[in-house]
């Protein structure tokens, strides 16, 4: 079965930066495009960004554009968020998650999800 673990999550500074980490195991990286979500305290689970499985590509979010950047690393099957120029309303418990196959998920269509990881931005 698909594993996926988050990590890299803490308290950071408006203005900081912070790296994710989602790591999958039950099944190599390569076959699946990967994307982050946040849900902050109240409010609906939202989509960051995704990248394709090849990492050719990426997309994100409006909010995020300019500040967050995917990168992967199939050989050892990771996939990493960084974060720069933090904001407050950036604070949530990130979630990375599998698409169906090669695709992208999406709030409601996602195939396996990690538990989280949890950021906090505060001055």
């Known amino acids: 079965q698909l594993q996926l673990v988050e990590s890299g999550g803490g308290l950071v500074q408006p203005g900081g930066s912070l790296r994710l980490s989602c790591t999958l195991s039950?099944?190599?990286?390569?076959?699946?495009?990967i994307g982050w979500f946040r849900q902050a305290p109240g409010k609906e689970r939202e989509g960051v960004a995704c990248?394709?499985?090849?990492?050719?590509?990426?997309t994100y979010a409006d909010f995020v554009e300019g500040r967050f950047t995917l990168s992967r690393d199939n050989a050892e099957n990771t996939v990493y968020l960084q974060m720069n120029s933090l904001k407050p309303e950036d604070t949530a418990r990130y979630y990375c998650?599998?698409?169906?196959?090669?695709?992208?998920?999406?709030?409601?269509?996602?195939?396996?999800w990690g538990e989280g990881t949890l950021v906090t931005v505060s001055s």
């Open positions: 039950g099944s190599s990286l390569y076959y699946y495009a």
């Open positions: 998650a599998t698409g169906v196959g090669r695709f992208c998920p999406s709030v409601d269509s996602v195939g396996d």
């Open positions: 990248i394709s499985s090849s990492g050719g590509s990426a």
